[in-house]
């Protein structure tokens, strides 16, 4: 296998699905564990991945034992930093960040065969490589970054990172270093996984009834679509309407979900409204939804005896996010359904989705037979309107963002290209904005529309929407809706945004 190591980055499992892409098999091991634990696998290779933190804080040599071996390491942005610093180089905290697209130009070397000399790829990171290892040489470099890459012996570092899909030839890269470096076998399916995941409920649960969290997404539907294969009829999916969603959502849900699993509609808009009166902090919000998720869940478990687990359709990009990470990560937001949730529950998780991205659940709807109306749906936050409305949510407010979504939503529906967008939504600022309408002073709320693309979440670019479209939009939402005099347009990617607001 080819083992990841893992220092806190945001990327540590888009690295390894990468690999997983390659059907090469990995597994993700923290830097705290000991070398030699890891090494008693048949490991073909290492990467190191990036991280949050600065190598000039800590002392290298603390991670010293990944290059004691003679096995071959791919270290990418902290990873390269860390070779560096460990091998005898230098790292500074730059003047000149790079976040997002640079233009690379590399020189001869195993890693890069078959790539052109110069290509575009994503940077994320604010310290650089100023002195080379002894014996090191450069390889890759940028027109403000001189080394954005070298290989010294075994040890091959890049401070870009070639997981992302924004990185061109990305994936050359990566099956580059493991069949021409690391001679890695390809042996690794998603037919593969699904059996694995299947098996590993059954010999969990045994054979005790289960509860699984449905929203209507493609998650929590593949989700309980593998644990129905686990446990056939023992299996009990609850769907929440909490007042958060979207237009005539609860009703689409319990038509359309409730054909393939057994399906039961929980009504607490009341509940969960009430409890997020006043809140404004996001996070706050976050933890909110997720607590009161659980309590519902948790009663319906009562009214049937026996049920002790609870399965829920987590992604990765949640686990991350919520610093829940192998490695040391940072907290970007509390996913309700991780971070989120309470300290103490009475119902054990099952989540047989955690290691994986939306774009990879998408491939297993696929070999599990799933209608194309849920593989193509396009991502909803769990903790739904809630968190598309920057402040407190309202009555008023939540009026406001469903009409504006649900507008937005069918004006999309007819773009040449909405299959090719990841999310496309509307969200309502914590602002008030001077307006003129009938000769009259207005004083209204302001709407932003934001589109990215993204192939699993962990970054994203802003599409380029017509501007033909986003007049009719912004038209038809200051015409239509009443309260909202003001529409913007988000051109952030991520990084160094996030898709969502809150």
């Known amino acids: 296998m080819i083992a990841v190591i893992d220092f806190g980055s945001q990327y540590t499992q888009l690295i390894a699905r990468r690999i997983r892409e390659c059907k090469v098999y990995s597994e993700i091991f923290s830097c705290r564990m000991p070398i030699k634990e890891i090494l008693k696998k048949d490991i073909k290779g290492l990467i190191l991945s990036g991280g949050p933190g600065s190598v000039y804080k800590i002392r290298p040599q603390v991670f010293e034992k990944f ?298 709807a696929k070999v599990i037979g799933l209608p194309s109306a849920f593989i193509n749906r396009k991502p909803f936050p769990g903790p739904g309107l809630a968190v598309r409305i920057v402040g407190a949510v309202t009555e008023d407010r939540l009026r406001m963002l469903r009409a504006a979504d649900h507008l937005l939503d069918v004006e999309a529906s007819a773009l040449k290209n909405i299959h090719a967008i990841w999310q496309i939504f509307a969200i309502l600022l914590p602002l008030g904005s001077v307006g003129v309408m009938g000769d009259q002073r207005t004083y209204d709320a302001v709407c932003a529309i934001r589109a990215v693309r993204s192939d699993d979440g962990m970054t994203a670019d802003w599409v380029r929407l017509p501007h033909a479209f986003l007049a009719r939009v912004s038209s038809r939402i200051t015409n239509e809706i009443k309260g909202i005099n003001r529409v913007v347009f988000d051109i952030t990617s991520k990084p160094p945004s996030t898709i969502e607001w809150e």
Request: contains cysteine; positive net charge.
């Open 67 to 364: 290059f004691k071996t003679d096995i071959p390491i791919l270290g990418i942005c902290y990873g390269m930093q860390l070779a560096a610093s460990v091998l005898g180089g230098k790292v500074i905290h730059s003047a000149k960040r790079e976040y997002g697209h640079a233009s690379i130009r590399v020189m001869s070397a195993p890693l890069f065969t078959t790539v052109p000399r110069t290509f575009r790829v994503w940077m994320s990171h604010g310290d650089s490589v100023v002195r080379l290892p002894r014996n090191a040489r450069v390889i890759a470099r940028t027109a403000t970054t001189p080394i954005a890459g070298f290989v010294h012996g075994n040890v091959y570092a890049l401070q870009f990172h070639p997981e992302v899909r924004h990185t061109q030839h990305g994936m050359k890269i990566i099956r580059n270093f493991l069949t021409s470096i690391c001679h890695a076998p390809r042996l690794w399916s998603m037919t593969r996984f699904v059996d694995q995941e299947v098996a590993r409920i059954r010999e969990t649960v045994g054979k005790e009834r289960v509860i699984c969290a449905v929203s209507g997404g493609i998650d929590s539907t593949v989700a309980a679509a593998l644990a129905t294969k686990a446990v056939g009829k023992r299996l009990k999916s609850i769907f929440v309407d909490n007042g958060l969603l979207r237009h005539n959502e609860p009703q689409e849900v319990e038509q359309t979900i409730g054909k393939y699993v057994n399906l039961k509609v929980v009504h607490a808009q009341h509940r969960f409204l009430s409890k997020l009166k006043n809140v404004k902090d996001p996070e706050h919000k976050r933890k909110i939804i997720g607590r009161e998720f659980i309590r519902v869940f948790e009663t319906e478990a009562k009214s049937v005896k026996g049920i002790h687990y609870l399965v829920q359709g987590t992604l990765y990009p949640d686990v991350i996010e919520s610093g829940q990470g192998i490695g040391p990560s940072a907290v970007i937001k509390s996913h309700h359904n991780v971070g989120g949730l309470p300290k103490r529950m009475r119902l054990r998780v099952i989540e047989p989705l955690r290691m994986l991205f939306k774009d990879e659940v998408r491939k297993i």
